[in-house]
């Protein structure tokens, strides 16, 4: 599989927060979805990638070149859907499309009714009457229609109702059925990562914290629980994070620091796990 996006060495500075040395690869064939709690730099990661945002140093490929080099060729490969509106509110859905589907070479109006019908969007509605989740709707249907190869999304799911969103996540799937298209979006919503994604990029504090096939981060990682007391017997060093109850603790260990203690339980890991109890051990020693 080839890699749609290569992030090498990626800095960007803004005030009071710093994209830290981020490298990142998309491959073709793939869902990779990225996480990390609010502020983790999600946003600003895919603004740099869709060079709305410049970066200080490093370096970004799309389609193995760079923005400066090809940006309205790299343009045209890439379905956006972004978190805040960027239609013209006072326009109707048609009168939007036609303004934006003269600027992609691919456009196919077919393929665009056809999703407009299957998600219910009224053609002759003004961008300002939809309903959040309609807006949302209406960007996909927007980014499906012009045969794009690599689609970027931030936080698509968000105002989506869960029988939409399941919907939704079957399109995803059908998309990189075609093994030349990628997909690369941002979300809070870590179960649907766990049904559909093949990569998780995890960021924290504008870092990467880990990028890797989701099979390999639930193989890497194991929960432990047990009492307050086992805790207090057992070398913890090892614990990315810990979560203290008043009865006893779950924490999260590599699977290769196991530790073996009669009154341990262990369990598969959540992602929301993964992230939650990673996030608590950071800011914990970044606390000392
Ligand atoms: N326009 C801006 N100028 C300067 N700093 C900004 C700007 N927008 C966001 N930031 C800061 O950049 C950091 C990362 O924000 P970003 O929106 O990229 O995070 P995120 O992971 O997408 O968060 P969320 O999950 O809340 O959407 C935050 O500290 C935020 O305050």
Not at 203 to 229: A, Q, R
Not at 243 to 272: A, W, Y
Request: charged letters at 25%.
């Amino acid at each position: 599989m080839e890699n749609l996006v290569k992030m090498r060495n990626v800095m960007k500075n803004r005030s009071n927060f710093t994209l830290n040395n981020i490298n990142l690869d998309i491959k073709s064939g793939f869902i990779t979805g990225l996480i990390g709690p609010n502020g983790a730099g999600k946003t600003s990661l895919i603004r740099c990638m869709m060079n709305l945002m410049h970066i200080d140093s490093g370096e970004i490929t799309l389609f193995g070149k760079t923005h400066f080099e090809a940006t309205n060729e790299i343009k045209q490969k890439i379905g956006f859907v972004y978190d805040e509106n960027c239609f013209y509110e006072d326009l109707s859905v048609e009168q939007n499309k036609k303004i934006v589907s003269m600027f992609y070479n691919q456009w196919e109006d077919s393929v665009f009714y056809s999703y407009l019908e299957r998600f219910q969007v009224p053609k002759d509605k003004k961008i300002k009457q939809l309903s959040k989740g309609m807006k949302m709707k209406f960007s996909l249907a927007i980014a499906l229609s012009h045969h794009p190869q690599l689609i970027i999304m931030d936080e698509p799911t968000s105002g989506l109702d869960p029988i939409f969103r399941r919907e939704f996540l079957d399109i995803l799937l059908d998309v990189v059925q075609d093994e030349r298209k990628a997909i690369f979006f941002s979300t809070h919503m870590t179960k649907d990562l766990e049904q559909i994604a093949d990569y998780i990029a995890f960021m924290h504090n504008g870092e990467l914290v880990f990028s890797d096939e989701k099979e390999n981060i639930f193989d890497h990682y194991v929960i432990v629980k047990g009492s307050k007391k086992t805790l207090n017997e057992m070398n913890s060093s090892k614990m990315i994070g810990i979560k203290e109850t008043s009865v006893g603790f779950e924490g999260l260990l590599q699977r290769k620091d196991l530790v073996s203690h009669d009154n341990l339980i262990f369990e598969k890991p959540s992602l929301e796990d993964i992230m939650y109890l990673t996030v608590r051990g950071r800011e914990h020693a970044s606390s000392y």
